[in-house]
């Protein structure tokens, strides 16, 4: 009976790996069919006419490491070797990643070589190296999440996206830093210590997500992992000069088993978690690999991953920039420039109000501060530094004290702010805004005073922390490099629609060019 039932779970599994694979096909944008073609011609080819793509390996983009890997090109121990030199070279100059964790990768990497020795099925990620984010549960580990305090709450399995990109056949070489429970947009902690943006050590490397920025910008790992609740993915790839994707809510499921306390439902509904690359194919890639089912998150969405294509040429709205926003000459010359780009590329592009830009991010700070203070602010405040004091008042400060009616008016008054965005996507598909309005600020400019907190995310990012509160995927592509510091623009579409915001980044990066190969020279 055993031996019965378990052939019929494998013959099951079997089927439901064909009908995941069909699905995974039907699902392809344009840049992944492109990817998943040059893997697959690669994967074909004889050994004797395997190529290795030009320059160092650490170098590669994720999809050239997949191929090459699976067409014998390249082992994944030398790939995972490659890497870890890279890593052990520049990272103690940046402070990216604070977890080695070489010797296991080593050890994944020989497993690696023999499965596909043995001809067995591959992931779309066999082989790659990335970096994990250190505040999602990575099994065996403790979640600091950026607190010392932190140090009891061992992961007892793999969040969702770890364990997704482990299926994909992805490695891990090392975790990542982020501030203090993530709450802050600049890379800190009295655990690890400030994380350096590779461009300039004068500059932010932006946060959360700033290690997985700085990481993945300095040819650490091809895919960094990260998350976004108020800026987290966008805001580090703007500062490293990476591209991004904060997906729909939804899209990537998400579960930490060594949490004490189940997520407020608002903070859950705000949160995505996402890769950052330095290409914007590997950025879909990833984004295909982290997407798929786990049960663990109750509001995980079996969406489709490309959705029907828009009729004609894609009108795209640049968004117009509130009169109280200063615009660097720098920013508007970039945000010229995408637009540029996106026109010589087949779209149109048009100069439009976007719905409520500043209702929407009082909205999101209104509410993501007052559940804070409500479920989560006093545990923080009794294990956090002054510096996180600091930059969580003048956040806290910018707020509407709400009673419970006043915050069910709010969540009420979200449903609003969506749908609203939803009848200007009929229209508008793609919205070009900015992802800063200012110069890159330093390195620990959230602790200067509450009103610089402010003015930080109220005066100059605010169009990326609205983008939370909606729900909406928000990709983030470089443009161009002024006074040798990176500038991105970010590529906001409707509700699961991912591909479209992809599609317009890819367009720009195509005459943009890949930004990181210009920090590389300056890091020789």
Same mark, same amino acid.
């Given at each position: 009976m055993a031996k019965k039932a378990a052939a019929k779970k494998k013959s099951t599994a079997k089927k439901v790996t064909k009908t995941s694979s069909k699905t995974s096909s039907a699902r392809k944008g344009t840049v992944a069919k492109a990817a998943k073609k040059t893997v697959k011609t690669a994967a074909s080819r004889k050994p004797g006419a395997a190529r290795r793509p030009k320059g160092p390996v650490w170098q590669w983009s994720a999809v050239e490491t997949a191929a090459a890997i699976r067409?014998?090109?390249?082992?994944?121990?030398?790939?995972?070797?490659?890497?870890?030199?890279?890593?052990?070279?520049?990272?103690?100059?940046?402070?990216?990643?604070?977890?080695d964790l070489g010797e296991e990768a080593l050890k994944a990497?020989?497993?690696?070589?023999?499965?596909?020795?043995?001809?067995?099925?591959?992931?779309?990620?066999?082989?790659?190296?990335?970096?994990?984010?250190?505040?999602?549960?990575?099994?065996?580990?403790?979640?600091?999440?950026?607190? /010392?305090?932190?140090?009891?709450?061992?992961?007892?399995?793999?969040?969702?996206?770890?364990?997704n990109l482990k299926k994909a056949g992805a490695i891990v070489i090392g975790l990542t830093n982020t501030p203090e429970f993530s709450f802050r947009g600049f890379?800190?902690?009295?655990?690890?210590?400030?994380?350096?943006?590779?461009?300039? /050590?004068?500059?932010?490397?932006g946060g959360s997500s700033g290690g997985a920025g700085s990481a993945v910008a300095a040819g650490i790992g091809t895919i960094a992992h990260g998350n976004d609740i108020g800026g987290s993915l966008r805001w580090p790839a703007h500062c490293n000069g990476v591209a991004t994707i904060k997906p729909t809510q939804g899209r990537i499921p998400a579960f930490n088993g060594s949490a004490t306390a189940e997520r407020p439902m608002l903070a859950h509904l705000m949160s995505a978690q996402g890769p950052l690359a330095r290409h914007v194919a590997d950025v879909r890639l990833?984004?295909?690999?982290?997407?798929?089912?786990? /049960?663990?998150?109750?509001?995980?969405? +079996?969406?489709?991953?490309?959705?029907?294509? +828009?009729?004609?040429?894609?009108?795209?709205?640049?968004?117009?920039?509130?009169?109280?926003?200063?615009?660097?000459?720098?920013?508007?010359?970039?945000?010229?420039?995408?637009?540029?780009?996106?026109?010589?590329?087949?779209?149109?592009?048009?100069?439009?109000?976007? +719905?409520?830009?500043?209702?929407?991010?009082?909205?999101?700070?209104?509410?993501?501060?007052?559940?804070?203070?409500?479920?989560?602010?006093?545990?923080?405040?009794?294990?956090?530094?002054?510096?996180?004091?600091?930059?969580?008042?003048?956040?806290?400060?910018?707020?509407?004290?709400?009673d419970l009616k006043a915050w069910m008016q709010a969540t009420a008054a979200r449903n609003g702010h969506i749908r609203a965005w939803q009848l200007f996507f009929e229209e508008y598909p793609v919205v070009l805004a900015p992802t800063t309005v200012k110069p890159t600020p330093g390195p620990r400019d959230d602790t200067v005073s509450a009103e610089r907190v402010q003015e930080i995310?109220?005066?100059?990012?605010?169009?990326?922390?609205?983008?939370?509160?909606?729900?909406? /995927?928000?990709?983030?592509v470089p443009v161009a490099v002024n006074e040798g510091k990176p500038i991105g623009v970010q590529l906001i579409a409707g509700r699961y629609r991912e591909d479209l915001a992809l599609d317009a980044a890819a367009a720009i990066e195509k005459r943009a060019g890949v930004i990181a190969h210009r920090l590389w020279e300056t890091l020789a």
């Amino acid at each position: 009976m055993a031996k019965k039932a378990a052939a019929k779970k494998k013959s099951t599994a079997k089927k439901v790996t064909k009908t995941s694979s069909k699905t995974s096909s039907a699902r392809k944008g344009t840049v992944a069919k492109a990817a998943k073609k040059t893997v697959k011609t690669a994967a074909s080819r004889k050994p004797g006419a395997a190529r290795r793509p030009k320059g160092p390996v650490w170098q590669w983009s994720a999809v050239e490491t997949a191929a090459a890997i699976r067409s014998g090109a390249i082992t994944a121990v030398e790939t995972v070797e490659a890497h870890l030199d890279r890593m052990r070279a520049v990272n103690p100059r940046l402070n990216a990643v604070v977890v080695d964790l070489g010797e296991e990768a080593l050890k994944a990497a020989h497993a690696a070589d023999k499965q596909r020795a043995k001809g067995g099925e591959l992931g779309l990620l066999h082989g790659v190296p990335i970096t994990i984010k250190e505040n999602v549960d990575y099994e065996g580990r403790p979640n600091f999440n950026g607190v /010392p305090a932190n140090k009891d709450l061992i992961a007892p399995s793999n969040s969702p996206v770890v364990r997704n990109l482990k299926k994909a056949g992805a490695i891990v070489i090392g975790l990542t830093n982020t501030p203090e429970f993530s709450f802050r947009g600049f890379t800190d902690n009295p655990l690890h210590g400030l994380t350096l943006n590779p461009w300039d /050590p004068d500059i932010t490397c932006g946060g959360s997500s700033g290690g997985a920025g700085s990481a993945v910008a300095a040819g650490i790992g091809t895919i960094a992992h990260g998350n976004d609740i108020g800026g987290s993915l966008r805001w580090p790839a703007h500062c490293n000069g990476v591209a991004t994707i904060k997906p729909t809510q939804g899209r990537i499921p998400a579960f930490n088993g060594s949490a004490t306390a189940e997520r407020p439902m608002l903070a859950h509904l705000m949160s995505a978690q996402g890769p950052l690359a330095r290409h914007v194919a590997d950025v879909r890639l990833a984004l295909e690999a982290m997407s798929q089912r786990d /049960p663990r998150d109750p509001w995980w969405v +079996p969406a489709p991953l490309v959705g029907p294509k +828009p009729k004609g040429r894609i009108k795209v709205a640049l968004a117009k920039i509130p009169e109280d926003m200063d615009v660097d000459p720098s920013v508007a010359a970039a945000l010229r420039q995408a637009a540029d780009h996106l026109e010589r590329s087949g779209y149109r592009v048009s100069e439009v109000e976007v +719905p409520d830009i500043n209702g929407v991010w009082q909205t999101w700070c209104d509410i993501i501060t007052n559940e804070t203070v409500v479920m989560q602010e006093a545990s923080m405040l009794k294990v956090t530094t002054e510096d996180f004091h600091k930059a969580w008042g003048g956040m806290r400060a910018k707020a509407n004290g709400l009673d419970l009616k006043a915050w069910m008016q709010a969540t009420a008054a979200r449903n609003g702010h969506i749908r609203a965005w939803q009848l200007f996507f009929e229209e508008y598909p793609v919205v070009l805004a900015p992802t800063t309005v200012k110069p890159t600020p330093g390195p620990r400019d959230d602790t200067v005073s509450a009103e610089r907190v402010q003015e930080i995310f109220w005066g100059e990012i605010r169009f990326i922390s609205a983008i939370n509160v909606l729900g909406l /995927p928000g990709a983030v592509v470089p443009v161009a490099v002024n006074e040798g510091k990176p500038i991105g623009v970010q590529l906001i579409a409707g509700r699961y629609r991912e591909d479209l915001a992809l599609d317009a980044a890819a367009a720009i990066e195509k005459r943009a060019g890949v930004i990181a190969h210009r920090l590389w020279e300056t890091l020789a």
